[in-house]
């Protein structure tokens, strides 16, 4: 499999005053194409710094990406850096002027220097803006230099630069991005590794509060294998969050939502309403911190809190079905739990967690135990319920 390595140049990135979308748009697209990103550097519009990290990529790798420093201004060095590498020096390009001085509607010194290009280069087409991108190729392998404006890399990628990538593509390898719920790093390691270590090129686990995602180099054959054995723990194969999946199922489904959350205090209808579009499905919801509000929005009986307690599976399944009834709503999720430090027992400790789900006029309960901070167990109390919701209605 080729292997690639993205440079990202400009002091406006090292600086925090722009945020670098470059080198994500440019790992999906390799991804795609079963092109391995062995590396990502981002570095200063410094003449040291550019020049070792263009020759480092060249030695190491097929296929070297960079962008920025590509414009007319004294900061702008990568093409004369570049033409340095591969001893070609810079022509006057007298199409490409007139291309620039249409565009812009006058004639410049400055934009006369930037028609100035490597001779021995390739150029893509920048169907956006002035500079185009440059193609260098040395010993089978590729130098490919770009603009630093995100829009310009993505048209001169999809607009001239596939084709050349191809001839490093490996039709039978692809990187797959799998998003799972439910099962630890270590039980997916163990699970994947054991059957089918030998035939994965290379596979990363990146847990976090969502679960764990997996990118996974191998063939469709082993991917759909993997598909099967890992089941309903996969909730995508792209990058979209659980609450994104849930907005379009509902959707789809013409179901509507309604949540009543306790030890959350709000989270899990942010979570929800971070969605754009949510409001097609969301209707709304309450947060019944005190027994008080329980009671008289949600109609939770109170004997059921003295004989249960607030944090009980009774309560939970009634917070749920008073939402739903409240809202018309045809789905409900009710959330009650002590997500500390203070407020638990032996009994009842922190972490515990009832959730509730109305779904087909039947009210079903779920008991989780977590552990962590609080910021934590609220968290992972949100993540888990929506995950839950999530299986419940695609049965």
């Not at 087409?125 to 310009?152: C, Y």
């Not at 054995?229 to 849930?246: Q, R, S």
């Not at 009634?318 to 027992?345: D, R």
């Amino acid at each position: 499999m080729a292997r690639a390595a993205i440079v990202i140049i400009g002091d406006e990135i090292l600086s925090g005053r722009t945020l670098d979308t470059n080198s994500h748009f440019l790992i999906k697209q390799l991804n795609k194409l079963g092109i391995y990103l062995q590396k990502t550097t981002v570095i200063h519009d410094n003449e040291e710094e550019i020049y070792n990290a263009l020759t480092d990529g060249i030695k190491n790798h097929d296929i070297t990406i960079s962008t920025g420093g590509l414009g007319p201004t004294k900061d702008d060095l990568t093409v004369n850096v570049a033409s340095k590498i591969f001893h070609s020096k810079l022509v006057f390009n007298k199409n490409l002027y007139e291309t620039i001085k249409a565009k812009e509607e006058k004639e410049t010194e400055t934009l006369k220097k930037q028609a100035y290009v490597p001779e021995k280069a390739l150029l893509l087409e920048n169907p956006v803006g002035n500079a185009p991108g440059i193609l260098f190729r040395k010993d089978k392998k590729l130098l490919i230099l770009l603009p630093g404006v995100p829009s310009e890399v993505k048209a001169i990628f999809n607009t001239s630069l596939i084709p050349y990538l191809k001839e490093f593509t490996d039709i039978k390898k692809k990187v797959f991005t799998v998003r799972t719920f439910g099962l630890p790093e270590t039980e997916l390691s163990d699970l994947i590794q054991q059957r089918f270590l030998k035939k994965i090129e290379k596979i990363s686990f990146l847990p976090s509060l969502r679960g764990v995602d997996l990118l996974i180099t191998t063939d469709m054959e082993t991917f759909l294998s993997i598909k099967k054995e890992l089941g309903k723990h996969i909730y995508t194969f792209d990058n979209k969050n659980i609450e994104e999946i849930l907005k379009n199922i509902c959707k789809d489904k013409n179901l509507t939502l309604s949540i009543a959350e306790s030890c959350t205090g709000g989270l899990l209808g942010k979570t929800i309403t971070d969605v754009s579009g949510s409001s097609e499905y969301f209707k709304g919801g309450i947060i019944a911190y005190s027994n008080e509000i329980k009671t008289s929005l949600l109609n939770v009986k109170k004997r059921t809190i003295e004989d249960f307690g607030a944090v009980s599976k009774e309560v939970a399944i009634e917070m749920a079905e008073g939402a739903a009834k409240l809202t018309k709503s045809s789905l409900s999720i009710s959330v009650t739990g002590i997500a500390g430090p203070l407020g638990g027992s032996k009994e009842k400790p922190v972490g515990l967690v009832y959730a509730g789900f109305k779904h087909n006029n039947k009210t079903t309960y779920k008991k989780y135990n977590f552990t962590g901070t609080r910021d934590i167990i609220r968290k992972k109390t949100v993540y888990t319920v929506l995950f839950d919701l999530l299986q419940l209605i695609k049965t």
